[in-house]
């Protein structure tokens, strides 16, 4: 067992050159009481390890000189929010590009969201897109919310978990084809790969956790609305002075129209598997806006008449 344990303590030290000399100078003894650690140097096996990752330092025994400095520490990267950034990317009057068709004057977002993505693999995940999937998961997790629908999820279900287990491996597979396509990719190409990508992420979100909601599929989208709703009050901010429940009304039609899509999405996802067609949402009813009554002007204010108009034009308009 002593020789099992040690021959996997050398493996995980292989693996952090960090820490290898902690292992390799640890001795277990008889018993677990008896068991030693060696800290003032390492096994010469290790030496290559120790400097090709440069934090160690043989810490020499008392009085005698050190014989090699301590790594200077690296600096952390700065923190980003992908989110936020992906949100910079979009400007106000693409909305009603994408609406037209207008996709030749939207490939400053495929440009965008590359920039972003290579930018953060590069500087905040080592090079590595699975830790890129997992980061953009996570914030994107952080963000979701069950304390308004905790009636509607069975008790001891965690269901922001399962979607970052799923919103993990699909975000790995977009990331991949965003960054293969290059800086240079239009959004007509961009958008329709994309697109493909989301709806596939959301069914395979819906289908994981469906099971752990009261009732089913309906329940999902309820918690799916309470979280859109949320997401966007709080990008939102505080409405202006004399508002009068005007950005309310206005974040409630958006957030509609935004389950609309949500729902037709996983529409589409069904339609692709040969199944049953998604739970349709209603059409979001029109948002009332006050409209002033306009001012009677009395009938004699009114011109009787002004040079070059027709006879009949005054009797015309007081018809109407």
Not at 3 to 19: H, K, M, P, W
Not at 85 to 98: T, Y
């Amino acid at each position: 067992m002593a020789n099992q344990l040690g021959q996997a303590l050398e493996d995980v030290s292989r693996a952090t050159g960090a820490v290898a000399h902690f292992y390799k100078t640890l001795n277990i003894g008889a018993s677990g009481a008896q068991a030693t650690l060696e800290t003032c140097g390492f096994g010469e096996s290790f030496r290559p390890i120790i400097e090709e990752v440069g934090s160690i330092r043989n810490i020499p025994a008392a009085g005698a000189p050190s014989s090699q400095p301590a790594a200077a520490a690296r600096p952390s990267p700065p923190a980003i929010d992908l989110l936020n950034a992906m949100r910079d990317v979009v400007q106000p009057q693409d909305l009603m590009k994408w609406m037209m068709g207008q996709f030749d004057q939207l490939d400053h977002i495929s440009h965008g969201v590359y920039k972003v993505l290579n930018d953060a693999k590069t500087t905040n995940c080592g090079g590595s897109t699975d830790a890129l999937s997992k980061l953009f998961a996570k914030q994107i997790c952080d963000k979701l919310k069950t304390e308004g629908v905790k009636d509607s999820i069975h008790e001891g279900f965690e269901p922001v978990m399962n979607i970052q287990d799923v919103l993990e491996k699909s975000l790995a597979v977009g990331i991949e084809k965003i960054l293969a396509a290059g800086a240079g990719q239009s959004f007509a190409d961009f958008y329709p790969a994309m697109k493909e990508q989301a709806i596939d992420a959301l069914g395979k979100s819906v289908e994981e956790i469906e099971d752990g909601f009261v009732d089913g599929e309906a329940d999902v989208l309820k918690f799916m609305e309470y979280n859109i709703n949320e997401y966007n009050k709080a990008s939102a901010g505080p409405p202006p002075p004399g508002d009068n429940g005007m950005a309310e009304r206005m974040l409630k039609m958006k957030g509609a129209q935004q389950l609309a899509m949500v729902s037709k999405g996983l529409a589409a996802y069904k339609a692709a598997k040969g199944g049953a067609p998604a739970q349709q949402q209603p059409t979001p009813a029109p948002v009332a806006v006050p409209v002033r009554a306009p001012v009677a002007v009395p009938a004699q204010v009114a011109p009787a008449g002004m040079p070059g108009m027709p006879p009949n034009m005054m009797a015309m308009l007081r018809q109407r």
